[in-house]
């Protein structure tokens, strides 16, 4: 992707973006986003040349995606890299999917701190999906305190992949939060203007 296309899908993610005052509080509105033709198109491409940073960082072999957005952005971004794509879901919402209970098919699982998210996330994915020789990029919309990413990144690392780090549209992780993770974000929050 050059300069040009990243500067123009990171021109339109601000154009199309919105915070919403809700009787809950403000609220960053993503659905701007997915209905613009021209972010859909650049995104993959942006999202993927984000890991080539620096030059001669090696190809990410496997890209995975958290639910919900991540069910979306992965594999736009995997479509560009020329990989597969891997979801990574939240336990509590496969409780009836009964290939997640399946004894023969054992899951890598996750758990961030009890306190995230009123009681804490289990992520969970087939341990067959990714393993040695993989270098595995995550995909989000999205990082704040990077809990969700760090549970997956333990996950790579007991498959015995390498993590390949964090491709996200908004960065807005601490510095060190960020460094420890590998992320690389198009924007941080603060670009996203609270009167846009
Ligand atoms: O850096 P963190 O503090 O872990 O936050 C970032 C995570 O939060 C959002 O997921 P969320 O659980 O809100 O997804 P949802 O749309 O399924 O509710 C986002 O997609 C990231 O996965």
């Given at each position: 992707m050059g300069v040009t296309d990243r500067q123009r899908v990171v021109q339109r993610l601000k154009e199309t973006f919105a915070w919403r005052e809700t009787p809950g509080g403000i609220f960053a509105d993503l659905s701007g986003w997915w209905r613009d033709a021209?972010?859909?198109?650049?995104?993959?491409?942006a999202l993927?040349?984000?890991?080539?940073?620096?030059?001669g960082t090696p190809a990410p072999t496997v890209v995975a995606g958290i639910e919900t957005r991540g069910l979306v952005l992965g594999p736009l971004t995997a479509l560009h890299l020329g990989v597969g794509f891997?979801?990574?879901?939240?336990?509590?919402?496969?409780?009836?999917?009964?290939?997640?209970?399946?004894?023969?098919?054992?899951?890598?699982?996750?758990?961030?701190?009890?306190?995230?998210?009123?009681?804490?996330?289990?992520?969970?994915?087939?341990?067959?999906?990714?393993?040695?020789?993989?270098?595995?990029?995550?995909?989000d919309?999205?990082?704040?305190?990077?809990?969700?990413?760090?549970?997956?990144?333990?996950?790579?690392?007991?498959?015995g992949a390498e993590w390949a780090g964090v491709?996200?549209?908004?960065?807005?992780?601490e510095s060190k939060v960020g460094e420890r993770l590998g992320v690389r974000g198009l924007v941080r929050e603060d670009d996203l203007d609270e009167t846009a």
């Open positions: 021209e972010v859909l198109r650049l995104l993959g491409p993927a040349g984000l890991h080539a940073d620096p030059p891997v979801e990574i879901r939240k336990d509590h919402r496969t409780s009836g999917d009964p290939l997640r209970r399946d004894a023969n098919d054992p899951m890598l699982r996750a758990e961030t701190p009890p306190e995230y998210q009123d009681g804490g996330l289990t992520l969970v994915a087939p341990r067959r999906l990714f393993g040695p020789g993989d270098r595995v990029l995550l995909v919309e999205w990082i704040e305190t990077g809990a969700q990413a760090n549970a997956v990144r333990r996950m790579v690392g007991e498959s491709a996200v549209i908004v960065d807005a992780s």
